[in-house]
């Protein structure tokens, strides 16, 4: 199910249902299976840009004991996420060390990907060499007919004659990787072609390849949204199907039960019996109903408040580049320097939102995890000052406590971004009398509190709060900024 979920874009439905399966992978003695769920895990991390636990679960599946075919495979994706890392050093080291292993077999596909890796790291790192690796693996993978490693060569190849500022021989390679790539239906790597032709191209050329642009963007969010539809609902049915079959059982059961107590002579130790057993019943199926509507409730909740940002914020950005591209003339170079922004900023806005939903780190690492995301919220013209966060004991916290003090930072910050225009921010954290103490303070602009409506953003806050037992007072003014003090019993 994982595979498929990664397979069609659904990354953060995929990374879920393997957090179903990490448990059982103690019990597994086949290695292949253990490889198979840690690559699944590493490339759903890669895809929603968090390099530091795709590494992690790529080496994971180096240090198994699996075939060379599978090493080389591992290798070949740490690689591909040191280099998305920048750090093209180490990634030359990783696929040169890849390509010496391959010994006599010069002509295959693998080595012409090496060749094509090799040539991109050595192009950022201003080696001349790069070029001539790059060329090398296009000739080999044209003696093969590999029509999608010839496209990604030709992309390769547009990429670097755009960073050398030949924008002719770029335009001219990323036309042919999209002509390519659009013969293959490969959407992601045609978003790569089109962006280098909107840089490289002018007048009626940059409007026609700037709606091809937006028209992928949202054929791609169409498909990944059908795609979590659609497992949405086979989990969902499945998940009825065995509760369905497990009342039937239930059922016969008790009329079994029945039947045999029947043919018991002592009466009162019937009743008892039947008594006791409606009572354990009647409190599971009660518990096993509350508990499934909490998680049915919970899983609603989340998906309804990612599709009104997906709506609220990447569709209108989405409406107005359009907006922007017909009815501005693309030949000014402001006009065509904004039209790359926005798109930049919707892709910005896909990969926030991305992230916002992935499941939060509550081991010796949250610490890191926690600043990552505060520091990750703060610009060039945001100051966010932390005091006290390191002095606090974070493994001796319950793991929902420290997933709702994450979020609501997260959905504090969030709001300081979109609403108050602040320059400072701080956090203090304090554990006084059992209590953790949260103070968080901004400069912005402020707001009303007699006119103040608990809903979405703050509404999340209060609701968050409250259900771990604590308490939260919130306090601002017009042009006084805004201070949120909450605390709850450790």
């Known amino acids: 199910m994982a595979s498929l979920q990664l397979s069609h874009g659904d990354y953060i439905g995929s990374e879920t249902t393997l957090t179903e399966a990490m448990p059982y992978l103690k019990y597994i003695k086949k290695p292949l299976l253990v490889w198979d769920t840690y690559m699944t895990l590493g490339s759903n ?226 009743i008892i019996i039947i008594l006791s057993l409606f009572l354990v019943i009647i409190l599971y199926f009660y518990l096993t109903s509350k508990a499934n509507k909490e998680k049915i409730e919970a899983a609603y909740n989340s998906e309804t408040r990612i599709s009104k940002k997906l709506h609220d914020e990447l569709a209108n950005d989405i409406y107005h580049t359009m907006a922007f591209a017909e009815n501005k003339n693309l030949s000014l170079e402001e006009n065509k320097e904004q039209l790359l922004n926005n798109l930049d900023v919707i892709y910005s806005r896909t990969r926030d939102i991305s992230k916002e939903n992935y499941v939060i780190t509550t081991d010796e690492n949250y610490i890191s995890s926690l600043k990552e995301m505060i520091y990750g919220l703060s610009t060039s013209n945001i100051s966010i000052i932390l005091n006290g966060l390191d002095i606090i004991s974070w493994n001796e916290i319950n793991k929902n406590k420290k997933i709702t003090v994450y979020r609501v930072i997260q959905e504090l910050l969030v709001n300081m971004r979109k609403y108050s225009d602040a320059s400072v921010v701080g956090i203090d954290f304090k554990i006084v009398n059992k209590n953790l103490h949260v103070n968080y303070t901004d400069n912005g602009k402020g707001i009303d509190t007699d006119k103040m409506v608990f809903k979405n953003g703050l509404y999340n806050v209060k609701n968050r709060i409250q259900k771990i037992k604590g308490q939260i007072e919130i306090s601002s003014a017009i042009n006084q900024g805004f201070k949120v003090f909450f605390k709850f019993p450790l």
Not at 159 to 170: F, G, I, L, Q, W
Request: hydrophobic share 35%; charged share 30%.
């Open 45 to 270: 991390y890669f895809n929603t840009f968090d390099f530091k636990n795709a590494l992690l679960y790529y080496n994971k599946a180096l240090n198994l004991k699996i075939n060379e075919s599978k090493q080389f495979s591992t290798k070949t994706k740490i690689g591909n996420v040191l280099a998305e890392e920048k750090k093209y050093l180490e990634a030359l080291n990783v696929f040169l060390s890849l390509a010496d292993e391959i010994g006599v077999l010069k002509t295959s596909e693998e080595y012409a990907y090496l060749l094509n890796n090799i040539g991109f790291c050595y192009f950022k790192l201003d080696n001349p060499e790069g070029l001539t690796y790059i060329n090398e693996a296009l000739k080999i993978r044209t003696n093969l007919k590999n029509h999608t490693g010839i496209a990604l060569s030709n992309l390769t190849l547009a990429r670097y004659y755009d960073e050398n500022n030949n924008s002719s021989a770029a335009k001219k390679f990323g036309l042919i990787a999209y002509s390519n790539l659009n013969d293959l239906q490969n959407i992601e790597d045609k978003q790569s072609a089109l962006k280098l032709l909107i840089k490289n191209s002018n007048e009626d050329e940059l409007k026609k390849y700037s709606m091809q642009y937006i028209d992928l963007i949202e054929h791609l969010f169409q498909i990944r949204q059908e795609a979590k539809n659609q497992f949405a609902r086979i989990k969902y049915n499945s998940k009825r199907e065995k509760e369905e079959n497990l009342k039937l059982k239930t059922h016969k059961s008790e009329n079994d039960l029945k039947l045999e107590k029947q043919k018991n002579k002592n009466i009162v130790s019937y």
